[in-house]
């Protein structure tokens, strides 16, 4: 993160990141303004490996309607299916 600002990179609005260890902390200690996110992706990757293995089809659809959910009611609807 410190090479990015040497380069020019003067704020950051929004960070997606994956799950490694340390790299948000980074961010904000660099970018103290940047929101830091975890990536929807990853995350759904990570809840299918409590799944199993026949079950991950039906789990990561049940997720996808959870997570493509065009407002909080939606979304919410679909987490009480699920």
């Known amino acids: 993160?410190?090479?990015?600002?040497?380069?020019?990179?003067?704020?950051?609005?929004?960070?997606?990141?994956?799950?490694?260890?340390?790299?948000?902390?980074?961010?904000?200690?660099?970018?103290?303004?940047?929101?830091?996110?975890?990536?929807?992706?990853h995350m759904v990757r990570h809840c299918l490996n409590y799944v199993l293995w026949k079950q991950c089809k039906d789990v990561a659809t049940d997720l996808k309607s959870i997570c493509s959910a065009v407002n909080l009611e939606e979304a919410e609807y679909h987490l009480e299916l699920f």
């Open 1 to 41: 993160m410190t090479e990015l600002k040497n380069r020019g990179v003067k704020d950051i609005f929004v960070a997606c990141v994956d799950e490694l260890k340390g790299f948000p902390k980074a961010i904000e200690t660099v970018f103290p303004e940047t929101q830091v996110q975890l990536c929807m992706l």
